[in-house]
């Protein structure tokens, strides 16, 4: 079990604010960090660093029996090329076989007013993919592109399928499609085959005017099948690795009751809306959602620590991960 950087996202704004140097932006540094809190590797920035640096950071996670896994960004024009391929030999370098990415900017529902609007940004998805691919295969380096609130279900697959390629993946998100009004379960299993690494989650829900709050919670305090999304990844890679992305924010606004939601899915039947507003009813969280608006800087980190650590016991009492 492993964290993704933006778990501690608290943290690193606490540091910078302070002055330290370094701070967990370092890879070396969050690496550091993420044993200390008792995990067992770390998906972070891994930048790029000379052949010193890199062996520092190989020397530690194998001494500790730790990995690490690269958050990188994928060429967005034939100029970018070049440097996201010493991207990748740096993470190579520090013993990373893998990089998560993602390939749409920001949240489908609130980045793009129409169906031409989102179909260009899924054009330019794809030549990132395919930009990158020759880079990835000639390194024999897999990326892992995330499912982060942009393509549903069929779209993503589609896109795998048009890609063809062995070294293109995904990162799967617990939670993420279901702002999409896909079930979460369902979204574990279509991606399951494709899956090398995940970040693991949990939801709070709860109705408001326009649609539904989306919450992240302390694993094992949300309505995620947890146990189960995890056994269906585990039977399709039993080497997949579990990364702890439970950020310290103010919940999520998901208004599917407003036009503009719906501008980029017009084709998505009824019959999902009501499933996940009938999942939203159900599963509404008896507790308060999340929320760090009015907290101080070390309220913060306070929090971030304290969810971090329930989430670690959780994955080692409960999920056995």
């Not at 370092?26 to 067992?40: N, Q, W």
């Not at 054009?123 to 020759?134: G, I, K, T, Y």
């Not at 499912?147 to 779209?155: F, G, L, T």
């Not at 996940?276 to 971030?304: A, F, N, W, Y």
């Amino acid at each position: 079990m492993g964290l993704a950087s933006n778990a501690l996202d608290m943290l690193r704004a606490s540091q910078n604010a302070s002055g330290m140097k370094p701070t967990i932006a370092d890879p070396l540094e969050f690496l550091k960090e993420a044993h200390a809190l008792g995990a067992a590797g770390g998906q972070t920035p891994l930048g790029i660093h000379d052949s010193e640096y890199c062996d520092q950071v190989r020397r530690f996670i194998g001494e500790r029996g730790m990995y690490v896994e690269a958050s990188m960004s994928l060429p967005g024009d034939d100029a970018a090329v070049e440097k996201f391929e010493q991207q990748v030999l740096t993470a190579k370098a520090m013993g990373a076989v893998l990089a998560r990415a993602v390939t749409f900017p920001g949240r489908r529902y609130e980045t793009f007013d129409s169906a031409d609007q989102y179909a260009a940004a899924a054009r330019h998805a794809l030549e990132m993919q395919q930009r990158a691919e020759p880079i990835a295969r000639k390194h024999k380096f897999r990326l892992a592109v995330e499912n982060h609130k942009d393509q549903r279900i069929s779209e993503r697959l589609q896109t795998l399928k048009r890609l063809g390629s062995e070294w293109i993946g995904i990162c799967v998100d617990f939670g993420n499609n279901f702002a999409l009004c896909e079930d979460p379960l369902e979204v574990i299993k279509a991606f399951a085959q494709y899956g090398w690494t995940s970040h693991l989650k949990d939801q709070a829900i709860r109705e408001y005017n326009d649609g539904f709050l989306f919450a992240d919670a302390a694993l094992g305090e949300g309505f995620l099948d947890l146990p189960a999304m995890v056994n269906v990844l585990r039977a399709a890679n039993p080497q997949i690795r579990f990364n702890l992305e439970v950020m310290t924010r103010d919940p999520l606004k998901v208004p599917v009751f407003t036009p503009k939601y719906w501008a980029t899915m017009p084709d998505v039947p009824a019959t999902e809306l009501a499933r996940t507003m009938r999942t939203v009813k159900t599963c509404s969280s008896p507790h308060p959602l999340m929320h760090i608006t009015g907290l101080s800087p070390q309220q913060r980190v306070d929090l971030e620590l304290r969810d971090v650590a329930v989430s670690l016991a959780y994955c080692r009492d409960v999920l056995n991960v």
